[in-house]
Structure formats: structure tokens, C-alpha cells
């Protein structure tokens, strides 16, 4: 199987910065895609980032200018940069990978555990 583990996280004031990264692994043949979603209670889970295979990135709008996604999905690592953060990211932040395994060669969704980030006004 696959198992994704995320580092990072926690509490900070509005303005402040936090670095989330994860590592996958397992019997993993290729990664089409890694990023990050985050939610809220009684929310949806939200889209914040990604990088696919080939190095483009993507980022939702409200994180644009803020924060930086970065990684290389050959290795199965991706962290997340986040900057100039308001109250409003506070979240349970969840890695996640598209990747394809000796089991499973279509690419499939794997999800880490989630990490916590709260930003105090």
C-alpha cells in the first residue's frame, strides 16, 4: 500500500509563515500529481495546491501571491510554503497523491493523516 506522511503545522499568529512538506511511500511505480487540500467543519474539502509530474503548479485563488508549492513527484515529496497567513487558512491541512502502485497501475487518490494549522488574529 501506500502511506503518506505530512510534517508541518500548527499554531501561528495572522501574518506568519508555516512550511507543511510529505513524503510518500510504499510499492509506488509513478506519480502523476501531489498537493495539499484543506477543510474546515462543515465545509467541503478545498483544493489549495498542486504540482503534477512534469513541475507546473496550480493554486486556488484565495492562497495565490501566498503560498508556494514546490516538490518533485519522481521522489514522491511535496511541501507547502505558506506565507502572510490570515485566519481564515486555518484548517486541517491533507497531502494527498495521484499515483500508480504495483497493484494498482491505474492512478489512484492516496491520502495523509491531515495536519492541523491555526492562525490566531
Known amino acids: 500500500q501506500v502511506r503518506l506522511v505530512e510534517s508541518g503545522g500548527g499554531l501561528v499568529q495572522a501574518g506568519g509563515y508555516l512550511r507543511l512538506s510529505c513524503a510518500a511511500s510504499?510499492?509506488?511505480?509513478?506519480?502523476?500529481?501531489m498537493g495539499w487540500y484543506r477543510q474546515t467543519p462543515g465545509k467541503q474539502r478545498e483544493l489549495v495546491a498542486t504540482?503534477?509530474?512534469?513541475?507546473?503548479?496550480q493554486s486556488t485563488e484565495s492562497v495565490s501571491g501566498r503560498f508556494m508549492i514546490s516538490g518533485d513527484t519522481a521522489k514522491n515529496t511535496v511541501n507547502l510554503q505558506m506565507n502572510s497567513l490570515k485566519p481564515e487558512d486555518t484548517a486541517i491541512y491533507y497531502c494527498?497523491?495521484?499515483?500508480?502502485?504495483?497493484?494498482?497501475?491505474?492512478?489512484?487518490?492516496?491520502w495523509g493523516q491531515g495536519t492541523r494549522v491555526t492562525v490566531s488574529s
Open positions: 494527498y497523491g495521484l499515483i500508480s502502485t504495483e497493484s494498482v497501475r491505474t492512478p489512484s487518490p492516496y
Open positions: 510504499g510499492r509506488i511505480i509513478s506519480t502523476n500529481r
Open positions: 504540482i503534477f509530474s512534469d513541475g507546473t503548479t
